[in-house]
């Protein structure tokens, strides 16, 4: 059975930093594409970074692109999301995924789910 959990998240001002883990265990980690998804108050669940399970290839939406990092490392089974420049628009539930195959950004195509880690930006 495949766990992820994540961590690291809590508040802080505008401007700020965070970096979020995702530990995963079960599976083979290597074999995964992994996502960070948020979910603000009042919205859908939306994608914000991806890294590819082979090349390591990185997505992000131009909402969070240059301030937001996806990286993993296989050795330690888990992905990090290191956020700089936090915006009060960053506050939300961020949620980390995977799935065996290609990266994606829409969430219903996910097998895995973390339990989710509270952010919150304050201006």
């Known amino acids: 059975q495949v766990q992820l959990v994540e961590s690291g998240g809590g508040s802080v001002r505008a401007g700020g930093s965070l970096r979020l883990s995702c530990a995963v265990s079960g599976g083979t980690f290597s074999s995964y594409s992994v996502a960070w998804f948020r979910q603000g108050p009042g919205k859908e669940r939306e994608f914000v970074a991806g890294?590819?399970?082979?090349?390591?290839?990185?997505y992000y939406p131009d909402s969070v692109k240059g301030r937001f990092t996806i990286s993993r490392d296989n050795a330690e089974n888990t992905a990090y999301l290191q956020m700089n420049s936090l915006k009060p628009d960053d506050t939300a539930v961020y949620y980390c995924?995977?799935?065996?195959?290609?990266?994606?950004?829409?969430?219903?195509?996910?097998?895995?789910w973390g339990q989710g880690t509270q952010v919150t930006v304050s201006s």
């Open positions: 995924a995977v799935r065996e195959g290609v990266l994606l950004a829409a969430p219903n195509l996910y097998n895995y």
């Open positions: 890294i590819w399970r082979s090349s390591g290839d990185t």
